[in-house]
């Protein structure tokens, strides 16, 4: 018996497939033996640590393909494998019916059937087995033949037969594979990175962690759940970097957040201007209150200040001067930051000092964690360090921060990572969005990597955000949030359409927050508050949104129009997202879609209802016409609203 | 490190893949580390048996995909493995040059690389050695910065650290995988199957071994390789089938040669009506004379008549009445026919004894065997018996007979049969055969699967020829000839267009010579022997065609139409094949070929060579046009010739 071409199973069996809390786990394989008898196969699963598996039916699809399915209803790890084997009962039974039906004799058939059913007794109930024997006593009997053989093929015989399988032959698939179950907040999330610095009132005056309390309305009043800071530790003098990156600090220059360290603390401590641990307890408590959750960003690098570097110096790679070796990108230095050296022979007791880290802040109340170039670190560590931190609580969530090539990207998937950035800010035509996003969504790769999308973050100012203003500011938030059940944007740059390049070719921003205190004028006019808010809503209000799994695109006959939907498996949610990605022109198109699969009929009209505008349409047929002003509104959103026939026959739309 | 995605490699090396002696092995496989250290990769092979590995350096394609290439020379088995590394040396000279470049001060990093070279010197030739000490030396000394970093950047230097890399971090792929390295005819064959029992120049006598001596210039005359004989033992007497199969037989018929022992003997003893073994072992020498090897047929079934039937009982299954069960398909049965029970307690004896059938046949030559339907016997038997034969001697092919679903066709190739009867037979349409064939020389599938495309076989006369009458059999040879590097055709039934079926509906053959001795008459005029002589040396003179992974289709508007082409890696020979599928009418088309892959010049004619008709005609562009009918030529076989110019600029076609 061969069980083989498991799906899902990542790298055969080597790492685990995602979920979320109440998703399906649906379990397909090849299953085939020689000969032409008839098999049975079983899914078995459980969760880790439960003693007991347990187990559904597999059914086939044809072509030996074999489908069975389970849900998972807790964080933590599940397993799962499965079991074939040849149904006598059933083969016996087909080959009876149809010599039966060809009027031949089946006395020695009956008798081949008594055996059979003798030999299911020992693994049957005791009601079962009463049964079976009272049946093989039948089918040996002198009775009459044909009323025999129908006996044998009442629907109560075979229901008993399955109730036992004869599983001694049974056939175990070789591995047992496992899925790691996470909070649906791994599926679906809704990010606002913000500078804390940034957050004072007052002009000129760096921000606490009192001051964002205040701005936790406005965030939360836009519809996000979560909020991310950028490191909150003390920040390194040594080398500190001055405004626009200068080589040189002037006094009074703040530094990066990410330059880690100084006498005041490290990876353990907050910066004394923004207050203290209490302060940021406090706020992430007030945040709870609200809907959001504070993410930290665990950057593990450290500047020449700080208390790591005298106390372990043993932890950092060393030149042959005796110098600590800084992080280098040839030509570039960046002396202001000291790699560690993973592989140190102390390296045990770097790894745990580091997942520590993580601890501390799980203990400060932090179960969400973005992690800053995670691909500059071993695969090892970070596999590792994310089974520990799961082990202590299976509901913490790591988004990677992996700009780098797509292999290792995937690998840090593969090693545990919940959720990645991805390269969604550089695809901005029609082509490279569908090819993209129907890779990550369509191709194995959906199993272990959930994507997160942004359209631009501290570090990130592309060009179609630099030329196209406004509009393009517009369009790149809407495809952010309908192609991605978790996105995030770095704001309030983004809502204020903040795109000066520091120079031309440059995805710099000129007077980086990164090096500097901003003070933002929140109230602008011109701010994009209320379109994020309305969509966020729209993700809220429609769980087709809120996953990646029925991504699909449509064709648009205008190459600068995109078009792609998403639903809920019983279709009681169906969003068709229209989008402009010309940021300076007006365009139209025509719309495919494919009315069977959204059962709906072509024989009468159907309606639209742009979420974004409000306005609905009634469209019939399978191609419709949109026409997009990028000026006014470079998308619509659309949920599409089935006809529901009344006695009255009145039109009426679910 | 990481290694993955290695390809070729069959269900995580559970299976070797296949080749022919002369032919490469191309390796690729995702490679990768954390950070951004330079990498270095070595594919290793060898013979099994050989203790030393012989090595090649794999080369990088971009995004981190690695290959690397050997050829496997004579038959049996090699294996394949992958190691990869940091390479510090280069990963240090990219920095060191930028930062030259950048006019940076260099000195501590000549001192590390100093340090990098004196560690290659403990795995480095005397004289390397003596090279990397002087130049570690060089750049730990005072002289000027950058010419010591000069010297450290030239070739000669790098030349030297790649030729002792620094092992002792590197990463084992984890798994070393095989090849199975089979005769050249194991790729390309041309098979003629044919009942010794016809070959008789007198009407109504059975033919001898010896008949057959004389048909066999006839049979080489026609092109073919391999002369396949369905089974040649005693043929059982109970329950012998008449002629169409009549479950009641006459005196005088013959049998079916698959209802095989009888009390002259069972599958180590020829028939008596058609010589003796020594006449046979005559045969086979007489044939290989001529060019062509003698297959013999392996069917594992006994009738009630097989000496084993009396000598081993337990080798069969019992029915509840103690009688021997026989063969059945309800409500079909064979009782001509036992099926052994090939997991009966003494399957050892058994087996062991089936292998001694193999082991006999190979003792009087015979080198190549057509299995009749594998699919009913454990895969784990032909696993271990091809294992078996292969090891006495790896020349051996197997053909696989298993018309069965897909997922256990494919099984068998894994498990070791050298070539597999398809679907072929069935695939009529230009969609079915494009799907197909693509399949089976695009995918996975083309690393363990080489298939044997029949138009015809003693049990399948497809509608198709049935209908089609000759110009069918013409576009079917055609097909299969240009498509399949291995093919073969049931004859004479074939040249001769054999195409009555028993019934409507029907793929049995009306007088089916399965069951009765015919008399061919071999010198009609209608018979396609001199259009199958001309394909068959069409395939002898053109490399393109003895392999078919370069087959690849190209459109026709025109869906009776079909196009594909064939072209050895060199481009030195490139065919481009047209048929037209519709026996009944005349079509014509516009093909659509790329020049580009061929390296055609777009600005220039290209002559094809229509190599069976011998007409040429000069094309330009990638669009031509092509008219085909079925009654004279349903094909067109292109040779494609590009123009090379002269000094006199003449055209002329190389």
């Known amino acids: 018996m061969v069980i083989e071409a498991v799906s ?5 069996g080597r790492f685990p497939v995602k979920r979320v809390v109440g998703e399906k786990v649906v379990v397909e394989a090849d299953i085939f033996a020689d000969g032409h008898d008839l098999l049975a196969a079983r899914l078995l699963f459980c969760k880790e640590g439960v003693s007991e598996w347990s187990e559904v039916p597999m059914k086939p699809l044809g072509n030996d393909r074999w489908q069975g399915a389970f849900r998972v209803e807790e ?5 799962y494998t499965l079991q074939a084997w040849v149904d006598r009962f059933l083969s016996w039974r087909q080959g009876l019916s149809k010599k039966v039906l060809a009027g031949q004799e089946v006395s020695i058939d009956l008798w081949i059937g008594a055996e059979i059913l003798e030999d299911l007794v020992p693994g049957a109930s005791v009601e079962d087995a009463g049964k079976l024997k009272k049946w093989a006593k039948l089918l040996r009997s002198s009775g009459e033949e044909t009323l025999r053989a129908e006996t044998a093929m009442d629907e109560e015989v075979a229901a008993a037969a399955a109730r036992c399988p004869e599983r001694k032959w049974a056939t175990d698939y070789e591995r047992v594979l496992r899925v790691v179950v996470e909070p649906v907040q791994a599926r679906c999330s809704t990010w606002y990175e913000m500078f804390p610095r940034s957050c004072a009132a007052k002009k000129g005056k760096p921000g606490t962690f009192r001051d964002c309390e205040s701005l936790l309305p406005y965030v939360a009043g836009m519809g996000f759940d979560i909020l991310y800071f950028p490191p909150i530790h003390p920040i390194g003098r040594s080398h500190r970097k001055g405004r626009n990156n200068n080589p040189k600090s002037n006094p009074g220059d703040v ?12 990876h353990k401590a907050v910066h004394p201007g923004l207050g203290t641990l209490e302060d940021f307890r406090r706020l992430v408590a007030k945040a709870r209150q609200q809907g959001l959750e504070v993410a930290l960003d665990i950057a593990f690098q450290c500047t020449p200040d700080h208390p790591y570097v005298k106390e372990h110096p043993e932890w950092f790679g060393r030149r042959p001067d005796g110098t600590i070796q800084y992080a280098e990108n040839p030509p570039k230095k960046y002396e202001d930051i000291y790699p560690f050296d993973f592989a140190t022979e102390n390296w045990r007791e770097l790894w745990e000092e580091l997942k520590g880290v993580f601890f501390f802040w799980m203990d400060q109340g932090i179960r969400i964690f973005r992690v ?3 691909h500059t670190k071993p695969f090892a560590f970070w596999e590792w360090l994310i089974g520990e931190v799961k082990e202590k609580d299976p509901s913490v969530i790591f988004l990677s921060e992996a700009f780098t090539r797509p292999r290792i990207m995937y690998r840090l998937a593969k090693v545990g990572f919940t959720q990645s950035y991805t390269y969604f800010a550089w695809r901005n035509t029609k082509w490279e969005l569908e090819q993209y996003f129907t ?3 369509r191709s194995q790769v959906k199993e272990f990597f ?9 570090d990130i100012l592309t060009e179609y955000l630099q030329m196209g203003g406004r509009p393009a500011f517009m369009a790149r938030l809407i495809l952010a949030a309908t192609l991605g059940a978790s996105y995030g944007i770095y704001g309030p740059a983004f809502e204020l359409c903040e795109n000066q390049p520091r120079e031309a070719g440059s995805e710099e921003y000129l007077n980086s927050e990164k090096y500097e205190v901003k003070n933002w004028d929140l109230d602008r006019p011109d701010s994009l508050k209320d379109l994020i808010a309305r969509v966020n809503r729209i993700r809220r209000e429609n769980p087709a949104l809120q996953s990646d799994r029925n991504l699909r695109f449509h064709s648009v006959d205008n190459d600068q129009m995109i ?7 019983d279709l009681s949610n169906m969003i068709l997202t229209v989008v402009n990605l010309d940021p300076h022109h007006r365009h139209a198109g025509w719309v495919d879609i494919s009315l069977a699969e959204w059962e709906l009929d072509p024989r009468q009209p159907y309606q639209v209802h742009d979420l974004l505008s409000g306005a609905r349409y009634l469209w019939t047929g399978p191609r419709n ?12 959103i659309f949920r599409i609203r089935r006809r529901v026939r009344t006695e009255r026959d009145f039109d009426y739309f679910l």
Chains 1, 2 share one sequence.
């Open 8 to 12: 899902p199973e990542i790298d055969g």
């Open 75 to 79: 964080v933590g790890i599940y397993l």
């Open 255 to 266: 530094g990066s957040p990410w330059a880690i360290g100084a006498a005041e603390g490290g």
């Open 372 to 374: 800053d170039n995670p």
């Open 439 to 441: 890779e990550l969504t």
């Open 450 to 458: 959930r994507p997160n999308v942004w359209p631009n973050t501290p």
């Open 563 to 569: 078009c792609y939907s998403k639903n809920t498996d």
């Open 625 to 636: 016409y949109v026409e997009l002003d990028p000026r006014s509104a470079p998308a619509q």
